[in-house]
C-alpha cells in the first residue's frame, strides 16, 4: 500500500519540479535509471504501465525503492482504468497518473486517500477533476494541447489549479523557462533525460548529469 500521503506526493511533485517518466521491461535496467535520477535529486518518480507483465517489474522495483532509496515517491503512469488502477496500489504505488480523466479511477485512489492526476485537454475537464478530487491534474501532451500559453489561460480563471504538463517538456532553461512562468506545478520529462549510448545502453551518470541540471534550473527559476 501507499507509503505517501494524496497530499504529501503533491507537496514533493512541486518542491522536486521534475518528474522523471520511464518504463523498461528489464527490472535492473530500472532500478539502474531509477536510482541515477535519485543522485540528481529527484525524490517523484513515474513507472509508466506500458508492457507486458509491467505490474511484475513494478512491483519489484518497489521493493528495491523502499529498501535501498529513502525518500523516493514512487508511482504509476499510462493507467486508464479502475482495475489497473487496484492492481497497482496492492504492488505499492504511491500515485497515479492517467492520460485520460476515468471517474472510477478517482473512486479508488481517493477510498485510499492516494494521488490521482488524470490527463485533462480542457478547463471543463480540469473543474471536474477537481471536483473528483485531484490535487494535481496533467495536461497531455503537454505541447498539443496548447503547451505554456495553455496554462497561464487557465491559472486565470483557475489560479489555485495545480498542473504538471508532459510530452513537449524539454530538461533546457529556454523550455522549463516558459512552462514554470506559465505556473506549472510540476512538469514530466521521459525520453529527453534517458539518453542512450552508441550501443544503444543508457548512459546513467548522463542521465544524472541531465537530471540534476534540469532540477537546479527550476530551483533557480523559483528563487
Known sequence: MAQYTRIEVAIEMKNSG???VF????????KKII????QAGARVFEFTNRGDFAH???GELSKYVTANLPGMILGVGSVIDAGTTS???QLGSNFIVSPILNPEMARVCNRRKVAWA???GSLTEISYAEELGAEVVKIFPGSEVGGPSFVKAIKGPFPWTSIMPTGGVSPTLENLTEWFDAGVHCVGIGSKIFTKKADGSYDYDHVT???????QIVRDLRA
Open 35 to 38: 536510482t541515477a535520477c535519485y
Open 56 to 58: 511484475e517489474t513494478f
Open 87 to 89: 492492481l497497482y496500489l
Open 23 to 30: 518504463y523498461h521491461k528489464d527490472l535492473e535496467v530500472c
Open 118 to 120: 488524470p490527463g485533462c
Open 209 to 215: 548529469k541531465v537530471l540534476k541540471n534540469a532540477i
Open 18 to 20: 521534475i518528474i522523471p
